[in-house]
């Protein structure tokens, strides 16, 4: 059964549940540009008004005393809080990504523990599902989501068709937990941005907080 939605909190926060920080999010996650402006104009604002929202963060506290922390300037940079108040920067989606972040699983445990269609939305971005019923429960999730946030009506499947990424890149490990085989991820323990990451806190930090979403 799912917890109670937790209270989102940060700087202009009300614009985390706008049609145009949406469209920003997606403008700067597609390699297309026209693409991009075609998401946009899907959620009937203005590029240039979406560019203008700068800076923006949101925290979503979790079972555990763990947070999770989603800023939006250039692109979406996401990190976790542990209880001890320690920060793991788990990866990012902009002109130089550091994704994928999570596992569909992963993110469907997390949406279970705090409920806010906001937090599965900006994190969509961000994870891979590995299996088509995976994809599948993450497009329905999606598009509950984004009519919860949006209200877009018979244009969320199509938005979150562009969403829901499908991949095989995740193996566990037995040391690390799960680890990503692409290249750009944080938690490739051979990749470009993850060459630390075996040597860090962070495999750990993640295990303890999965954990405490079970609990």
Wanted: aromatic share 8%; with cysteine; net charge positive.
């Amino acid at each position: 059964m799912a917890r109670k939605a937790a209270p989102v909190t940060g700087d202009l926060v009300p614009l985390f549940a706008t049609r145009e920080l949406w469209g920003l999010v997606l403008f700067n996650a597609l390699e297309d540009e026209e693409a991009g402006v075609s998401a946009l104009r899907s959620f009937g604002k203005v590029a240039s008004r979406a560019a203008a929202a700068q800076y923006l963060t949101a925290t979503w506290r979790f079972p555990g005393g763990w947070k999770w922390r989603a800023t939006i300037s250039a692109g979406v940079h996401h990190v976790l809080i542990g209880p001890d108040r320690k920060e793991y920067a788990v990866g990012r989606d902009d002109p130089h990504p550091v994704l994928p972040i999570l596992r569909w699983q992963e993110l469907a445990q997390m949406d279970r523990a705090n409920g806010d269609p906001a937090l599965v939305l900006m994190l969509a971005l961000a994870t891979q599902a590995q299996t088509k019923p995976e994809a599948a429960a993450a497009t329905a999730r999606y598009v509950e989501a984004l009519n919860a946030t949006c209200k877009l009506g018979r244009a969320a499947p199509k938005i979150a068709g562009l969403l829901v990424e499908q991949s095989t890149t995740w193996m566990a490990d037995k040391r690390l937990g799960w680890v990503s085989t692409s290249a750009n991820s944080a938690r490739n323990p051979t990749g470009h941005f993850g060459k630390l990451y075996a040597k860090s806190k962070m495999p750990q930090a993640l295990r303890a907080f999965f954990a405490a979403l079970d609990d």
